[in-house]
């Protein structure tokens, strides 16, 4: 059976809640409190089977060029079926649209990730204009993104990388 990759709506936020639920338990993926995905649905999308949510992944814009990659996951009995790759490819294709030109994304899934390009960073690769704008923002993200200290005790294991689009 074939998963149908779509943009979310807000009706698909209690299925995105549950599978990040299970997923943040096993701190595989960082919780987020449900006011957060409804703030951020049109970001997501997600995989569906026979009108069911099986998966999800977002695209977070931090800057002119540069997307996170956000909350990949697949519900446990659908990994293995290459649905989370059709997510990446959905928001790979949807930064390019963007005009994004890197993607940033923070993960234990290494080899996932990997598979589609991404490469383990160290630094901040950004202008230290661009990093002083950065460091203006709320967003948690961002800080990780930047390698700030006060983001780590929340990531300690988790390697941070980038893919260059073409």
Request: with cysteine; charged share 25%.
């Amino acid at each position: 059976m074939t998963a149908l990759i779509r943009p979310a709506r807000t009706s698909d936020i209690k299925a995105i809640r549950k599978i990040i639920d299970t997923y943040a338990l096993q701190r595989r993926v960082l919780a987020k409190e449900t006011v957060t995905l409804y703030e951020d649905t049109q970001e997501f999308f997600v995989a569906e089977i026979d009108n069911s949510i099986v998966g999800c992944g977002a695209l977070h814009v931090l800057w002119e060029d540069l997307g996170e990659v956000r909350t990949v996951a697949v519900v446990e009995e659908h990994r293995g079926k290459k649905i989370g790759h059709h997510i990446m490819t959905a928001i790979i294709n949807r930064a390019q649209d963007l005009g994004l030109k890197r993607l940033f994304c923070l993960t234990f899934e290494t080899g996932f990730f990997g598979s589609h390009g991404f490469k383990e960073i160290h630094g901040t690769p950004v202008d230290p204009d661009v990093y002083q704008q950065l460091l203006r923002s709320y967003d948690e993200g961002i800080a990780e993104f930047l390698d700030l200290e006060s983001v780590k005790p929340n990531t300690l294991g988790n390697t941070r990388m980038l893919l260059h689009l073409e």
